[in-house]
């Protein structure tokens, strides 16, 4: 059951084989995940490839994960139009050790072998470079879709770019490792990873590529810069709200890829009635991440707010009255949305009135000039973010409940 589940959804194995071979051959392998840490925040599109880690995991495999904190400086080019920004190694380090405290709800981090590309990366000298891109030819690094698309538009093209799908191909080499998994997107580097590793002298790794999770939007990719995820830390009733809104035609994929229940369950789920197979994904989620616990409140709560009725648990934010004693004891709107958290400027508080996103109370407002008491009061954004908002000596902010 757990092979089914290791290679369950897989789009390519190279070559699968050699990898069913060695999976019968009793030796314990070395799977390998390298992760650079861009962004500290985990979502379900990473946890396609997290569980599968988790079913070689259960087989008795080493899990190698690889923080990429010295490639993360250079920015992972794949699927980009432009150059990315560079990171320093601080940034990297400290989005790593987030990164370690969520895949801890999948892996278990004490069976498995976490490390750092600094390590042998960082000692590389010069000479060392230029014996690592001998490797390769500058026409194979081209055939990359991003490069030859980049070099076709005439949009820039660094030379330390060129150099990521190389730096990544050596990690391979470094851990020797037996099986590499990774996104579609990533088939290019993972595949110089095996190359490197005859040139090495060592037994090229298998490579799995897994389907990037299509994100609520059901158009693009999942990302947290396209707000269109979920993330495996957010609270309970927000993953089971937003699982709500799944796109009917990939409410399959999410079911395959994301969970274990059996896919012709989920196909007689979905087929049957596309509702309550969103209800049973959302409370599978939650359960996943949160524990059964989780479940019944997540449920009320959507079912409230899903009447259009204002939630009992929320965060709470409580802002100084002394600060308006001056303005008569009053706030003005764009300021209070942007103290509750509801938007990062006052602009775009007021793009937010302006469109009637904004409720008080669980009362549209449309005047963006609106001065109000600074009495207690709940002010919410679109169907699901609500804050409490209570008015009090001194300013504190309180996670959420």
Known sequence: MNKELALRGAV??????????????????????????????????????????KAFQDMGHEIIFIIGDFT???????????????????????????????????????????????????????????????????ARTLERDDFTNRFRENQPISLHELLYPLAQGYDSVAVQ???????????????????????????????ITFPLLVGLDGKEKMSKSLDNYIGIAEPPEIMYEKAMKIPDTILLDYFVLTTDIPTEQAKT????????????????IVKMYHGESAVADAVNRYNTVA???????????????????????????????????????????RRLVQGKGIKIDNKIVEDVQLQLNCENLVISRGKNKFVQVNFVGTTTFQSEL
């Open 177 to 207: 490792a037996d099986v590499e998994v990774g996104g579609t997107d990533q088939t290019f580097n993972l595949l110089v990873g095996r190359e490197l590793q005859r040139d090495y002298g060592q037994t090229p790794q298998e490579v």
């Open 12 to 53: 390519q194995i190279f070559s699968e084989d050699s990898l069913l071979q060695r999976l019968a051959s009793g030796k314990r392998l070395k799977i390998k995940l390298g992760a650079d840490p861009s962004r500290p925040d985990l979502h379900l599109g990473h946890t396609v490839i997290l569980r599968r880690l």
């Open 72 to 138: 993360g400086m250079i920015g992972d080019p794949s699927g980009k139009s432009k150059t990315r920004p560079k990171l320093t190694l601080e940034q990297t380090r400290e989005n790593g050790e987030s990164y370690l405290q969520q895949v801890a709800k999948i892996l278990d981090t004490q069976k498995s072998t976490i490390v750092y590309n600094s390590e042998w990366l960082n000692k590389m000298n010069f000479a060392d470079v230029i014996n690592l891109a001998s490797k390769y030819t500058l």
């Open 269 to 284: 789920a979905v087929q049957s009635d596309v509702i309550a197979a969103h209800k049973m994904y959302a409370a599978e």
């Open 307 to 349: 009447a259009g009725a204002i939630p009992t648990n929320m965060q709470v934010v409580e802002i100084s009255q002394a600060d308006y004693l001056e303005n008569g004891g009053k706030i003005g709107l764009l300021d209070l949305i942007r103290l509750a958290g509801l938007a990062p400027s006052n602009g775009e508080a």
